[in-house]
Structure formats: structure tokens, C-alpha cells
């Protein structure tokens, strides 16, 4: 991204959990009652009125959005009942979670990370929604252009301690080399029984062998994003992939898995999920 701009991506995949949030109870995947107030009133309204068109020309991506959210917050869920101590959300953007999830306090210390433009914002916005930062939420600004994950220690990062770190949304917007390094990190730095939640998009996504119209209208869009899609892992071997850098249990879910698990009843039967993105947790070896 831009250095002095603040994420746009972080807003549309805001926009994105406030249309799913906005439906019934009953029919919603999943629900991020804040996600709304991050969304500026011009995008909002225009989000409503083109929604139809982005379905039809990108069938599945908003789908997509929606159980990535619920599959993250399933095993958050999970992960608070196992007894983690410490919460990471990398890429944090405009990420909710350490606000709508009340088992965490007292419990986790929690640590958002993100580029220092796009935190900046976020701190405004959550003190206009919740008045007081919760005192067990640490903001960790990091440009890692000249930073790295390192900067967590003199936060308070424990590395002796349990640990889930939740990286959504943010692999296919780095390098290769970067996703390494950050693996590397979670492999290295964390306690016993830690853990990794992320997505990622398909290889050939990229290269175009599988056709995604959403994913040319991001490489369309990079000159004024700053954010464009760089790393893909190849369909079937993401376990072999976390393997070789230090995981085991590995989980992967497909647009299969995620349909099957989040839009199976009657108000679902007719949605997609897109076909080029996958979400894996794994504990560190």
C-alpha cells in the first residue's frame, strides 16, 4: 500500500462484513455489528446499489468474505476455549474481533498490527464508536518496508506464551519472500500448543489459468490501491507448503468445505463460494 494512505482494501472488506452483518439472523453468515461505522457514507451507498452488478460479474466473492470471517471467528472461538494467551491479528485493518469477542478480555492479550496510516484511522474510529481503547488491546504500527515482527517484543509479545495469530486477508498482497519471514516468526516465537489461522488465493488465480474476474479488477486497480496481488500458493499443496516451515494439523478449507459448512440450509442453497481462495489453521510443530 501507499505509504501515507490508509488502506482501501481494509474498507471494502469492511463494506463487505456490513452487507452480510445487515441481513436477517437467520440467513447472515456471519455478524460484525460494528463493521458499518469503519465504512464512509459514500461507499456505503454505493456499495448498496452496485452489489447486484459485483455478484453477477464475481459470483462467490462476497461469499467468500462472509465464511472467511465465520471460519476465523470459529476458531477464535476455539482457540479461547483451548486456553490462548495471546491474540495477534496481522494486516489488522479494520478487523473487529478483539472488540466483539467479551471472552477475551482478562484472558489474551491481544496485539493488532498494521501499517501505521492505516492504524491511525482505526484508533480514530474506535474511539468514536467505544469512547475508551480497551486497556488489553495493543496497537503495534509496523511499515515493513523498514520494520519487522520483531517490533512486538518491546510491546509486551510473550513468546513463551500460548498464541493464535490471525492473518486474514493479507498473503496474496505480499511477497514471497514476506510470507516466508512472517512464518518464520509465528515457527520461532511462539509457546506450546500456538497457532495460525490465514487465507490465500490459488497460484493460478494469478497467472490466469483459473478466470477470476475480481482478481483483474485488483491488478486493474494497484496503481491507486497501492495494494495489488503478488503470491499465490498452488491447489493442493498448502500442507506440504506449512510443513516445510514448521506446522503440523494442518486444516485446509476449499470453496467446498466453506459451502458446505456455511451455506447449506434453505436461505443458502443458491449462493457460491468463489473457487480461487482457501482458509488453513495450523498449530506450530
Not at 458499518?36 to 454505493?46: D, E
Not at 484508533?123 to 512486538?152: H, Q
Not at 519472500?177 to 512472517?182: H, L, R, Y
Not at 475480481?214 to 510443513?243: C, H, P, Y
Request: aromatic share 10%.
Amino acid at each position: 500500500m501507499k505509504r501515507n494512505q490508509s488502506s482501501l482494501t481494509a474498507e471494502g472488506i469492511a463494506m463487505a462484513r456490513a452487507l452480510e452483518s445487515s441481513k436477517p439472523a437467520g440467513e447472515r453468515v456471519c455478524y460484525d455489528p460494528y463493521a458499518r461505522q469503519f465504512v464512509s457514507s459514500w461507499l456505503w451507498i454505493l456499495g448498496k446499489a452496485t452489489m447486484g452488478y459485483a455478484t453477477r460479474r464475481s459470483p462467490g466473492v462476497l461469499e467468500f468474505l462472509a465464511a472467511r470471517t465465520r471460519f476465523i471467528d470459529d476458531y477464535l472461538q476455539c482457540g479461547i476455549a483451548d486456553g490462548i494467551q495471546q491474540l495477534v491479528i496481522l494486516g489488522a485493518g479494520f478487523d473487529t474481533r478483539a472488540y466483539r469477542f467479551e471472552r477475551l478480555r482478562g484472558h489474551a492479550k491481544v496485539f493488532e498490527v498494521d501499517h501505521p496510516a492505516t492504524q491511525r484511522v482505526k484508533i480514530a474510529k474506535l474511539e468514536k464508536i467505544l469512547g475508551n481503547l480497551p486497556s488489553d488491546v495493543t496497537f503495534v504500527p509496523i511499515d515493513f518496508r523498514s520494520e519487522t515482527l520483531d517490533k512486538l517484543f518491546a510491546r509486551g509479545y510473550d513468546k513463551r506464551l500460548k498464541t493464535l495469530i490471525i492473518w486474514e486477508g493479507v498473503t496474496m498482497y505480499l511477497a514471497a519472500d514476506a510470507v516466508d519471514a512472517t512464518l518464520a516468526f509465528v515457527a520461532g516465537n511462539s509457546g506450546a500448543g500456538s497457532s495460525i489461522v490465514f487465507d490465500y488465493i490459488y497460484r493460478a488465480a494469478l497467472d490466469g489459468t483459473m478466470k477470476e474476474n475480481e482478481v483483474k479488477s485488483m491488478q486493474r486497480w494497484r496503481g491507486v490501491t497501492g495494494e495489488g496481488l503478488s503470491f499465490g500458493i498452488a491447489r493442493g499443496r498448502i500442507e506440504e507448503f506449512l510443513a516445510q516451515r514448521g506446522f503440523e494439523n494442518i486444516v485446509n478449507a476449499d470453496s467446498d468445505a466453506l459451502k458446505k459448512a456455511y451455506f447449506a440450509g434453505a436461505n443458502q442453497k443458491a449462493r457460491v463460494v468463489a473457487p480461487v481462495y482457501a482458509i488453513v489453521h495450523a498449530t506450530v510443530r
